[in-house]
């Protein structure tokens, strides 16, 4: 596809840790620091194996549910952020809690509850099952209906037509979305809009960057899990946007060598919950196959940084 002589790597820019993760996995490194292990993270704390691997090796207890702790224990509430109910099940056990809840999500639990206030229907766009839709749902579950992709929209029913706003899941595909609420909009012409914007600057940027990468690719990798939504996005929007071929890698050991064969140009970058360690194994990999030559693509500065939970601020 290319007609570059010279393999080379296109490296995203933006990629790997926005400041939501960040700011989590800070968290649980300061409260095993201050309190010892054992200490209880609900859910994985943020979607990456090698991160959640690393945590418990240090000591980090990852649970399903807060109902089984022992009294008293230490529990953080992941990125993703929990509903009302979970929060409700861990102060009737006693436990004290962290919550690592990514500002910008906690931002998407607000507006549902002032929209329910209101009495809207909540139209949250977001993947089933999803630990962030909910969380996002439980602040009001008489309100909230789940909107699983531009399929889903013929099915919904609501109360008043002319009262209904949509909200979203913060790390879906940016064009999967709109066309999503194009339809939505054609059923429901009065539907509002969320004050602002609810897929996060970190999903976005991620995005624009491997868009501008990937018509210029034989193959984009994506390092990041299987679980994690906006990796799996950035592995969508690569092949919409032209690469040759796009897989997602957990680590450089998932990569099989034959996937170079005839291939001139990779592109590579790395999902929201990802260390860059994981980004520089497959550049080291790449290189050994001769993929030395590396231009980093830069569509955007990031700058965010949030503050430490609350709870650890206090302390
Ligand atoms: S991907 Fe976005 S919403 Fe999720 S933790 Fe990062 S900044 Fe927050």
Not at 4 to 17: E, H, I, Q, S, Y
Not at 83 to 97: E, I, K, N, Q, Y
Not at 149 to 162: C, F, Q
Not at 279 to 304: C, K
Request: aromatic share 4%; charged share 25%; glycine share 6%.
């Amino acid at each position: 596809m290319s007609s570059d002589f010279r393999k080379r790597v296109l490296l995203a820019d933006p990629r790997g840790f926005c400041a939501g993760v960040d700011r989590a996995v800070a968290a649980v490194e300061r409260a095993l620091e201050r309190h010892g292990p054992p200490v209880y993270v609900r859910k994985e704390i943020v979607h990456n194996r090698s991160v959640v691997e690393r945590l418990r090796a240090s000591g980090v207890v990852f649970v399903e549910e807060v109902d089984d702790l022992p009294e008293g224990a230490l529990v953080i509430f992941s990125a993703h952020g929990v509903s009302p109910d979970v929060r409700a099940a861990a102060a009737a056990r006693g436990l004290r809690t962290i919550d690592a809840t990514c500002p910008l999500v906690t931002k998407v639990h607000n507006e549902a509850k002032r929209f329910a206030r209101d009495d809207y229907d909540i139209l949250l766009v977001g993947h089933t099952g999803h630990e962030e839709v909910e969380g996002t749902a439980g602040e009001a579950p008489r309100h909230v209906q789940l909107v699983d992709g531009p399929d889903s929209v013929d099915r919904l029913h609501v109360r008043d037509e002319r009262k209904v706003v949509w909200l979203s899941q913060t790390t879906l595909s940016v064009d999967e979305t709109l066309e999503t609420v194009r339809r939505l909009r054609r059923r429901f012409p009065d539907l509002a809009d969320p004050p602002s914007d609810d897929i996060c600057y970190a999903t976005q940027n991620r995005q624009v960057a491997v868009k501008a990468l990937a018509p210029h690719c034989d193959l984009v990798l994506v390092v990041g899990s299987p679980n994690s939504s906006n990796s799996v996005r950035l592995v969508e929007v690569a092949r919409d946007a032209g690469a040759g071929a796009a897989r997602l890698i957990d680590t450089a050991r998932a990569m099989d060598p034959t996937w170079l064969d005839g291939v001139w140009t990779v592109g590579l970058t790395s999902g929201a919950s990802v260390p860059e360690v994981l980004v520089r194994d497959v550049l080291i990999l790449l290189g050994e196959y001769g993929f030395d030559d590396v231009h980093t693509v830069t569509t955007a500065s990031e700058t965010l940084v949030f503050a430490a939970p609350r709870e650890l601020r206090e302390l």
